[in-house]
Every structure is written in C-alpha cells, then in structure tokens.
C-alpha cells in the first residue's frame, strides 16, 4: 500500500527562483496538510484541504507562497519567488476523516535550499 | 513563550535502558496528545494517541498524560537501538478547527 508520496526529495536553487512542490496523497485519504520543518520552530502547519478545499490557510507565512489540490490525488506547494529564509523541510500528509481520531500519514518530505 | 515546549536533547542511553521523553504545553484547551517518531531523512511516524488524562501502553512504549500538570511523557523500556530517532510530540484541541501542534523534537540516541 503506497503511502504518501511527495517530489522532489532535494531541491537546491537560487534565491528568486520558483520553487514547486508536490505530493501525492494516500488513496481515499480525504484530508491533506502541508507542513513546514525546521530545527529553530519545528514542525509548522502551512496549510490544510478537506476534499481538495483549502480550510485553514493561516499558516502561509507569506503571498509568495500558495498551495494548491486539483483533484484528490495531488496537491501542489508554490514558492514565488523563493528567499533563503524558505531553506527548510516540506511535509506533505494525510489523513481520512476528521482530525481527532485519524491519524495524520506522512510522506518523507522534500528538502529544500535556497542559495 | 512556545505552545509546546519540549527538550531537544541529544539524549544517550546505553541499549536496555529505560527512556523517558517528555513535553510541557500551556493550552489547557488541548484533549488529545500524540508522539510521533522522526527517522533521519524520513517523515514522522505516529507512534502513540491518547485522549485526555492517563496511562496508555503498547509493547514497550508507554505514554503518560498529566493534565493538571500540562505535562506529557513517553516511556521506553529495554531501549534499542532502532529505537534511534526523533520524538516529537503533538496535541490538539477538540474539534475539527483546532490543528496539532507540534513540539521541537528530542533526538534520543540508543548505544550498543
């Protein structure tokens, strides 16, 4: 049973530059999170979708980010244009039905650098 | 002043010691508390889930939840090596608009 999956794994790039990430969510899986990680605050919730519309937007630190979910299976994270600050750890996951008993699976992240 | 407030270690215990993991919140709103593990280079795993105050065990992990404290522990006991990795630990709020929030993270280190 594949789990969530997310491309690319590494992204190095220079300051400016658009960055795209993407992830794949676990079939059925109805609920969809981007998260933020980094040594200084942790892991940080970006953004959430609940049948691939956006809920909970509070955590984009900035208009240059936005996420988008087309359809159930992909979601997109855009960063335009991306500063060095933006070097960190994306998460992608998911998770089905409701939030307080269901528990949240994770893809292994893409590990963004921004030069 | 952090939500979730969590020793990031590095913590080193030789194999076959107990651990002890623990995290402070201050929301006294949160119901549902979570410890995830965190592999290198891998996404976090749940690992244990439990509601409100008490004990829960599974194999060797227990987790401990201390409400009036706003205290939270996990327990190892006869650490291994695998057991080498992050722990975050999270909590939540009832209802579906309250998000997890997530502790730094404590990286525990089992020696042979």
């Known amino acids: 049973d594949a789990g969530v999956i997310q491309s690319p794994r590494h992204e190095v790039t220079e300051m400016g530059q658009e960055v795209t990430l993407r992830c794949k969510p676990i079939?059925?899986?109805?609920?969809l999170f981007w998260y933020r990680q980094t040594m200084m605050r942790g892991l940080e919730l970006l953004i959430y979708f609940n049948n691939n519309v956006p809920i909970d937007d509070s955590g984009m630190p900035e208009d240059r980010f936005s996420a988008k979910m087309p359809n159930a299976s992909f979601s997109t994270l855009k960063i335009q244009p991306s500063e060095p600050r933006d070097s960190a750890v994306y998460f992608c996951?998911?998770?089905?039905?409701?939030?307080?008993?269901?528990?949240?699976?994770f893809g292994d992240g893409t590990r963004l650098s921004i030069l | 002043q952090k939500e979730v407030e969590q020793d990031p270690g590095p913590l080193s215990v030789p194999e076959g010691a107990i651990v002890s993991l623990n995290c402070t919140y201050s929301n006294s709103a949160f119901q549902y508390f979570m410890w995830y593990r965190q592999y290198s280079r891998k996404g976090p795993e749940l690992l244990m889930y439990?509601?409100?105050?008490g004990n829960k065990e599974d194999g060797r992990f227990t987790a401990q939840v201390d409400k009036s404290s706003k205290y939270i522990s996990l327990f190892i006991r006869d650490s291994q090596p695998s057991d080498s990795a992050t722990y975050l630990c999270?909590?939540?709020?009832?209802?579906?608009?309250?998000?997890?929030?997530f502790g730094t993270g404590t990286r525990l280190q089992v020696t042979l």
């Open positions: 999270a909590m939540k709020g009832a209802g579906t608009a309250s998000k997890l929030t």
């Open positions: 439990t509601y409100s105050s």
């Open positions: 079939s059925g899986h109805d609920y």
């Open positions: 996951a998911s998770s089905s039905g409701g939030w307080s008993n269901q528990p949240q699976h």
